[in-house]
Structures are given as C-alpha cells and as structure tokens.
C-alpha cells in the first residue's frame, strides 16, 4: 500500500466519520462513492469494504459473503475505521452545537449531491 492510498484513505475516514457523527450518515452514502471514484476500487470492492468497517455486528454476515468472492480488502478497512472513530466524534460535537434546522438542511443537501454524484457518474 503506498502512502498516498494510506492518505486518502485517513481522508475519507475522517469525511465520513464526520458526516456520520454529524448528520448520522457516512458508510454506504460516502465511503463507497469515495472508494469507486477516488481510490478506483470497484462497487463490489467498495462495498465489501465498507461493510468490513462497520462489520461487528452489524454486517458480519454480510461481510463473509464478500469476503469469499474476494471484495474485502481488510487493510483499508482497518484505516477507514480509526479515522472514521475519530471524524464522528468531530462531527457530533459540531451537530450539537447545530439548530435543528440548520442540521436538516445540512443533511438533506448532503443526500441530493451524493444521489446526483451516483446517477450521473460525475
């Protein structure tokens, strides 16, 4: 792995550790997107992934079933996950200290762009 992949890999730990902490979303809605279109890793691989992440006890079985067709990648799992800890607990202090308001909004323009970003490929 070099170190580039190891950074950007931190990055998106802690962008969606963040978003998840803030407005409660981060695995599938940004982790996977970021993996297919930033590291070049397929939706199966991405997937897997992500699913490692967040796998006890969540998705283990789920897991399984990647890992034996060969989608998990268990390393970048690993980084994903310490930085994803970390970018939560960020982005729940700032949610607190957010209007309700101001936080479904947030949300709901977080969900627009990504489903745009996923329809369009671009």
Avoid: D
């Amino acid at each position: 792995m070099e170190i580039n992949q190891i950074i950007l890999l931190c990055a998106i730990g802690l962008v969606a550790g963040v978003l998840s902490g803030t407005v409660g979303i981060g695995g599938g809605l940004i982790m996977v997107p970021a993996m297919v279109y930033l590291m070049g890793m397929s939706q199966h691989s991405a997937q897997g992934t992500s699913l490692a992440l967040i796998m006890m006890p969540v998705g283990v079985l789920a897991v399984i079933q990647y890992y034996n067709k060969g989608y998990v990648n268990f390393k970048y799992a690993f980084i994903l996950a310490v930085f994803f800890v970390a970018g939560s607990y960020i982005g729940s202090k700032f949610a607190l200290n957010l209007p309700e308001k101001s936080l479904k909004i947030i949300f709901g323009v977080v969900m627009l762009l990504a489903g745009v970003k996923m329809i369009t490929g671009k």
